[in-house]
Nanobody, 124 residues
Framework: QVQLQESGGGSVQAGGSLRLSCAVS????????MAWFRQPPGKGREGVAV????????RYADPVKGRFTISQDNAKNTLYLQMNTLKPEDSAVYYC?????????????????WGQGTQVTVSS
């Protein structure tokens, strides 16, 4: 199993950028699929992006395509989410998630390991 800890959230104006980090500890990092989810106020949790650590293949949800980039640093056992051209509707608590068997799925039900979340607020 793995332990996940997000950081890097904050407040930014629309059009700005933020980079989220997720530090991974525990099991072998390379065996996992890693994903970012978000939960806007009063709404359910939705998948944002997922990456296969072993080969770097990634998949994005339509609302963030072309604006967000998921990446990894294997030497640091860290997952990143670079968020550019942020919009007010991107405001949410962002979570890092991991699973060995999820594939490039973006449904929260298939991920067994979760971080505590980090708040992102985008003002207009």
């Amino acid at each position: 199993q793995v332990q996940l800890q997000e950081s890097g959230g904050g407040s930014v104006q629309a059009g700005g950028s933020l980079r989220l980090s997720c530090a991974v500890s525990g099991d072998a990092y390379s065996n996992y699929y890693m994903a970012w989810f978000r939960q806007p106020p009063g709404k359910g949790r939705e998948g944002v992006a997922v990456i296969e650590i072993r080969d770097g293949e990634a998949r994005y949800a339509d609302p963030v395509k072309g604006r967000f980039t998921i990446s990894q640093d294997n030497a640091k056992n860290t997952l990143y989410l670079q968020m550019n051209t942020l919009k007010p509707e991107d405001s949410a608590v962002y979570y890092c998630a991991a699973d060995r068997w999820s594939g490039l799925g973006l449904s929260e039900r298939i991920y067994n390991y979760w971080g505590q979340g980090t708040q992102v607020t985008v003002s207009s």
